[in-house]
């Protein structure tokens, strides 16, 4: 028995270790740990509750924009503004968010997933007249293939020519990705870390110039989603059908929703949202959302066995370093007291199940290609699939909502900020299920706390020992070379994690090492 | 065609008490773009050899780490090192950020790792406010002890070249055109830095004195609320304290910035970002104003 230790994990947001226990060539045992902690919840008490909107953002660079828009849902429920948020301001805030996971889905695929199948190297071999390709291969015979080389070998399965196709789109995907950003900072005002997104609605208007100048980046990146990354996420599975198979996770998947559609409902579990919220099981059967079912648990965590199990306004968090049977300083949080997956795959089959006829036209297509039902969706191919069609989902939406903006009429609604209050906001980020949750007093932040995706995902085990999603999505893998263990890093990467965002605290203790360790 | 001329300058980026959003920033360059940066001569004859950045590079676990700890063994004196996020130095600094681990498998503290490559390096680039001043993990009460990497040098006695580069997030013109003077041009020389040890070039003047709402401020029409057209002064815009070209160069390929969007400035290039900036809505004393508040309009 040896353990696969991989100190850091790299293309993901964050700091990230990952240990596998293996046996003959089977992971036995995961364990994921963060090792960074800024201590955002403490940092945000006795603040002016606005301030909140930009600090939270700053959690994370990767997906400001989602934190921005769960900070800014949150201080309009706790600000009453719930259901009065003027349309330009709900329809300016969804393209902004939009524009975000449009940008953030293409550099997940292209930039930080794709490099575990596609071999760079084989571009050395390009005869043709490609300017970025013949680019490319000049770099390749300069000799210095940082930041491409080092990295795991033997797994790469695409010819030549398809490699160095792909290789072309991962630069196309810089370009294209950078113009999403663009798109967000036409109504945003800047990315990373937007400052149009306020509580009461957006702080610019909408015109007509800005309007044209989003509309035909966005045609420019629905070509490219329609005709190469989706196209590209069919051929990568067609070679990488066995993922299909591997990483198949905790089969519980956890949707928050994404994207207002109705302005006027003020309990947001109940308003009508593009990508719909709600829980599905093994049964593949959509249940509503229930946001008081929402608790973490800490038994496997470093934190006071007292503060185990409780909702996100009650939570405390006491640390006690020397608890036994603690591995983490992440903590569990359940769903109804299971272990949910969130993410795109958990959206995207949360709007299939409801029936949503976009999204069936989509999934069904794909998946009768490999003459598989939606059951397979669970699965590190599953995860990119349903993450490309989140992504087309919204790039296809989006011309109706620019469409909808009415230059002239008001964006913003004031507020005058209670003395005490509490406030609630969820909302699928691109990563998943993302929820902020404050308490007001004397007009000050006295409690924040937020819940994000890749706790869920990276949570430790929970008090009836379950391991967390991650966990549970290595444990079984078969790893072919322990020595290039590419099996646990294409499923690591497939959640897409995030750790800036999920880890708080990090361990301050030492670590067992398994027989050997391999990179 | 690549040229055996071809001079390759190795660039070890590391992150620490970060979000990500300076690297994400430097991806949204257009002019070179990111690609041109990673792959072509960025200045003809010159090629930015990425060694380690944990966001784009392939390889994971110890086999970049191998990679980081064999630029910095034999390029001594020969690379740049980039710093992206605050050095947390609480309890045994490990436990707060680490970067990697060891041959024993014990972690080694991102304290050290910024010590230890910020010795050997050419240059150092603070990237970020964060990495220049503390930024939002130094904000009160600090939970780990972050400190900047000019704290950090001054309290380990490290004096490699050190330029900052603040912003929350710095906008990508301010990394790519420091790296670019750099290859043209060598370290920066006296009077190239302010006082922080920021380029003039991006840093010589104040968010206010080129805002293209500053006759609003002139003539005294303040925005009542967010949305309004008018100085956003009243609103809590921080743009008369902030140092940083961000009216001029404006952001994203020039489609917008905060001000322009109604969003005001919070300062996030500022030393004192965020607590001195704080509340960020509320309006900035006119005491604590340089004299640019004094009235044109009488």
């Known amino acids: 028995m040896g353990k696969i230790v991989i100190d850091p994990i790299t293309r993901i947001e964050g700091h990230l270790k990952v240990e596998a226990v293996v046996d003959g060539g089977e992971v036995k045992e995961a364990r994921s740990s963060g090792t960074l902690f800024r201590g955002f919840e403490i940092i945000l008490r006795g603040r002016d509750p606005r301030d909140a ?108 020519e398809v490699d160095q196709e792909l290789v072309k789109h991962y630069l196309e995907a810089l370009r294209m990705r950078r113009k999403a950003q663009e798109m967000c900072a036409i109504f945003g005002g800047k990315m990373p870390h937007n400052m149009a997104i306020v509580p009461g609605g957006v702080t610019e208007v909408p015109t007509v110039d800005k309007i044209a100048s989003f509309l035909w980046r966005l045609n420019e990146l629905r070509d490219f989603i329609d005709n190469v990354y989706l196209a590209d ?37 109940k308003r009508k949202r593009l990508l719909k919220q709600g829980a599905v099981g093994p ?69 299939y199940l409801a029936g949503d006829e976009n999204v069936k036209a989509i999934v069904d297509p794909a998946l009768a290609k490999f003459k598989a039902g939606p059951e397979v969706m669970f699965s590190t191919l599953g995860r990119h699939l349903a993450r490309a069609v989140s992504c087309k989902v919204i790039a296809d939406t989006m011309p109706a909502w620019l469409l909808e903006l009415k230059p002239g009429e008001p964006v913003y609604q004031e507020y ?3 003395d005490e209050s509490t406030g609630m906001g969820l909302v699928d980020a691109a990563r998943g299920a993302l929820g902020h949750w404050i308490e007001v007093k004397d007009k000050r932040i006295a409690n924040y706390q937020c819940v994000v995706p890749s706790t869920w995902n990276m949570s430790p085990r929970d008090d009836k020992g379950q391991p967390g999603p991650l966990e549970q999505a290595i444990t079984g893998t078969k790893v072919k070379d322990e020595q290039n263990p590419f099996e646990i890093v294409r499923i690591v990467r497939s959640f897409d994690p995030c750790l800036a965002c999920a880890v708080h605290v990090i361990t301050p203790k030492g670590r067992t090492l398994g027989e050997y360790r391999v990179a | 065609m690549a040229s055996q001329k071809t001079q390759e300058i190795p660039v070890i980026w590391i992150q620490g008490a970060a979000c990500t959003g300076c690297s994400v920033s430097v991806l949204n ?40 700890e064999e630029t910095w063994q034999t390029k001594k004196g020969g690379y740049v090192l980039v710093v992206e996020g605050a050095i947390p130095t609480r309890g045994d600094a490990a436990s707060y950020c680490s970067l990697g681990e060891d041959k024993q498998g014990k972690p080694v503290s991102f304290a050290s790792r910024v010590e ?64 670019a003077s750099v290859l043209i041009g060598g370290l920066p020389k006296a009077g190239d830095l302010d006082e922080l040890n920021r380029p003039k070039a991006f840093y010589g003047q104040l968010i206010h004195e080129n805002c293209p709402r500053r006759a609003y401020y002139d003539e005294q029409k303040f925005a009542k609320k967010l949305s309004d057209p008018g100085c956003l002064y009243e609103l809590g815009c921080k743009g008369p304290v902030t140092h940083a070209d961000c009216a001029t160069r404006t952001w994203n390929n020039g489609v917008n910035w905060c001000v322009q969007c109604g969003g005001l400035c919070i300062g996030c290039a500022s030393e004192g970002f965020p607590d001195l900036v704080s509340p960020m809505y509320e309006k900035t004393p006119d005491e604590v104003l340089p004299n640019i508040g004094q009235k044109v309009v009488q």
């Not at chain 1, 000049?138 to 797994?155: A, K, M, S």
């Not at chain 1, 070679?239 to 089969?251: A, H, L, M, Q, T």
């Open chain 2, 116 to 179: 230890s490559l910020g010795r050997d390096a050419l240059a150092v680039i603070a990237l970020g406010t964060c990495a220049a001043f503390g930024g939002i993990p130094a904000a009160k009460p600090n939970p780990s002890q972050c400190v900047s990497v000019m704290q950090l040098f001054q309290s380990k006695g490290v004096s490699t070249p050190l330029i900052n580069i603040p912003g929350c997030p710095p906008h990508p013109d301010w990394f790519v055109g420091t790296v």
């Open chain 1, 283 to 351: 049964d593949l059967k959509l249940q509503p959302l229930d946001a008081g079912s929402i608790a973490e648990q800490v038994k496997h965590s470093w934190y006071e066995e007292s503060t185990s199990g409780r909702k996100p306004l009650d939570s405390d968090t006491v640390p006690n370093e020397n608890k036994g049977g603690a591995y983490s300083w992440v903590k569990s949080p359940r769903y109804n007291g299971e272990v949910y997956e969130v993410g795109p795959l958990a959206r995207v089959m949360a709007t």
């Open chain 2, 29 to 68: 360059s257009v002019s070179p773009t990111i690609k041109n940066v990673l792959v072509d001569e960025v200045i003809p004859g010159k090629h930015v050899n990425l060694r380690f950045q944990a966001t784009v590079m392939a390889g994971a676990g110890d086999l970049v780490i191998e990679a980081l």
């Open chain 1, 416 to 418: 005058e900020i209670p």
């Open chain 1, 53 to 160: 909107q930009r600090i939270t953002q700053r959690i994370c660079g990767v997906c400001p924009t989602s934190h921005s828009t769960a900070a800014t849902l949150c201080l309009d429920s706790a600000f009453g503004l719930g259901g009065s948020i003027p349309d330009n301001g709900r329809l300016m805030r969804n393209l902004i968010l939009g524009a975000a996971h449009i940008a953030d889905h293409i550099l997940h695929f292209y930039h930080l997933t794709a490099l575990d199948y596609v071999d760079v190297t084989k571009v050395a071999k390009y005869e043709g007249n490609d300017p970025a390709l013949k680019s490319v291969k000049e770099f390749i015979e300069r000799g210095e293939l940082g930041p491409f080389v080092p990295r795991y070998e033997g797994d790469y399965r695409f010819p030549a």
């Open chain 1, 233 to 269: 996420v069919v051929a990568a599975a067609e070679v990488y059908s066995d993922y299909f198979g591997i990483g198949v996770g905790c089969k519980h998947l956890l949707s928050y929703g994404s994207y207002e559609l109705d302005g006027k409902e003020p309990d947001l579990t």
